[in-house]
């Protein structure tokens, strides 16, 4: 399955090979991937994030969905749905986008396409994410789309020898429907 995800601004497809510069010159900055497990990327790490991402999607019954997140063809970031658990119909989703475009919606209206996605298409029952307690950039773009707090996972990633603690965020299909209808109706009352 190529995957074609698309929002009024920004488009969420599968990786190229070609991607590899683009992805490369967020993924190596360490202001990007401050509050990460991962990175700053060396240039073979950053080779095999597109490698996985483009094998992820041969597997059947497909499990993760990394995909690039462009716009006007320009790649400015990436974003991410994983289902960790078929039977229960439970996933995660993660972003992760150049510094260049923070702060303009981008990841909230690509995070916000993920879970339509999930619970549209893949009919998944609940979604999570998490992001560290200092990351309140990652933290208001999960609250922007519907998902609630559900706690503190106290030194859940160990990053650059550092142990961190993470605030767990989760949406539930139905809750995910009413706040579609609620934006639907929003955008008409403008």
């Known amino acids: 399955m190529n995957l074609y995800l698309k929002t009024s601004r920004v488009i969420l497809r599968e990786f190229r090979y070609s991607d590899l ?5 967020y993924a190596s900055d360490i202001e990007v991937v401050r509050y990460m497990e991962w990175g700053p990327n060396s240039i073979k790490e950053t080779e095999e994030f597109i490698k996985q991402a483009i094998k992820s999607k041969d597997v059947n019954p ?10 006007e063809e320009q790649l400015i970031g990436s974003c991410g749905l994983v289902i960790t658990n ?16 923070w702060g303009m919606g981008f990841a909230t209206e690509s995070a916000n396409k993920l879970l339509d996605f999930g619970f549209s298409e893949l009919s ?11 990351n309140t950039g990652s933290e208001r773009v999960l609250q922007k789309i519907g998902m609630k707090k559900e706690g503190c996972l106290r030194e859940h990633k160990l990053i ?6 993470s605030y767990l965020y ?12 609620f934006s639907q109706c929003s955008e008409e009352l403008k």
């Open 170 to 181: 989760s949406i539930l299909k139905d809750e995910y429907s009413g706040i579609k209808l």
């Open 160 to 165: 650059r020898k550092e142990w961190r603690d």
């Open 21 to 25: 510069d683009s992805v490369h010159n």
């Open 124 to 134: 998944l029952h609940r979604i999570h994410a998490t992001c560290d307690v200092n």
């Open 86 to 101: 078929l039977e229960a119909k439970q996933a995660y989703i993660g972003y992760c986008f150049n510094k260049k475009y």
């Open 62 to 71: 497909r499990k993760q969905f990394e995909l690039a997140v462009t716009k």
